[in-house]
């Protein structure tokens, strides 16, 4: 079947304090990417990325506090813009950028589709990203609002993000699953425990597969919502496979493993769209990341 897609670049890096994920969008080929969903059958808009990076000078932030109303204006701009890609009946592809994204996407999707806390969301990543302002201070970074963005749609986190859009909580965690957790902090784990989150770190994945873990990540994703989306923080791979991230982590999640697993995802009746995050091109090796983004969106939009 074929379907409209529409790519957003967020390239946004106020979330964290390593900005070169800011510049991802711009740094992937638009024509390959388009051209190779075009050739499967779909029809594909690429939407300029959202001119977030110039905001703002850098030399102008302090700290993490000077930065919040950034990510929050870039939530905004891309919250905008997935509402105008789903009101013309297009699938949104968000590629940034930090995970900050996550508030922007998933709050405008939900929204559109009224499906507060009746939505799911599969979540790749090597972090839990579920630190609130009470357990910031144990995070990498600082504790930067790109730690955050599971806590915020939970409607637990810093208030201009959890509030965002609409003062109430945009997921219930019994309908989130993370697969690929092997770097992160004791408060977001009690977080993600105290919420029943579904949580699969790189021990479970090794025992029961990457492809069985997922299959009953969007069983969970798609019982009793009405929509689900996928949210790929590339760090969750092994640097082997996307070495083009802010933060690689060791022993991560096997390429070979996932793109079969989410080949054809898109098909499915709930599915509402895609974000994949955290590309810095800085940090890429012969262009391996890049070419994993591309790998990712021909099998989650694949047709065989």
């Known amino acids: 079947m074929s379907q409209n897609i529409e790519i957003i670049g967020y390239d946004c890096g106020w979330g964290c304090q390593d900005y070169g994920c800011e510049d991802g969008p711009d740094a992937l080929d638009a024509n390959l990417i388009c051209s190779n969903l075009e050739k499967i059958g779909h029809s594909v808009r690429w939407h300029a990325a959202l001119n977030i990076k110039s905001i703002k000078k850098r030399d102008e932030l302090t700290d993490k506090e000077t930065s919040l109303p950034l990510v929050v204006e870039a939530s905004e701009r891309l919250a905008t813009a997935v509402a105008h890609s789903i009101d013309n009946n297009h699938i949104p592809v968000v590629i940034g950028g930090d995970h900050t994204a996550a508030v922007g996407t998933w709050s405008s999707v939900i929204a559109a589709n009224n499906s507060f806390k009746e939505f799911g969301l599969i979540w790749l990543d090597a972090h839990m990203d579920a630190h609130t302002p009470d357990t910031a201070h144990q995070g990498k970074w600082g504790g930067w609002w790109h730690g955050m963005p599971v806590a915020c749609l939970a409607g637990e986190g810093v ?80 640097p082997d496979d996307a070495p083009g991230v802010g933060t690689n982590e060791k022993n991560g999640l096997k390429a070979s493993d996932v793109l079969p697993a989410i080949r054809g995802l898109s098909s499915h009746p709930l599915f509402c769209g895609i974000e994949i995050v955290e590309y810095n091109p800085h940090n890429d090796k012969d262009g391996k990341t890049a070419e994993l983004i591309n790998k990712i969106l021909l099998s989650v939009f694949a047709q065989d």
């Open 159 to 238: 208030s201009d993000l959890a509030k965002f859009i609409d003062d109430r909580p945009k997921i219930d965690l019994k309908h989130f699953s993370l697969l690929g957790a092997r770097s992160y902090e004791q408060g977001e784990d009690e977080f993600m425990q105290r919420h029943s989150a579904h949580i699969y770190k790189m021990p479970d994945i090794e025992k029961h597969g990457f492809e069985s873990l997922f299959i009953k990540s969007l069983e969970i994703a798609t019982a009793n919502t009405k929509g689900f989306g996928l949210s790929i923080d590339l760090d969750g791979f092994d």
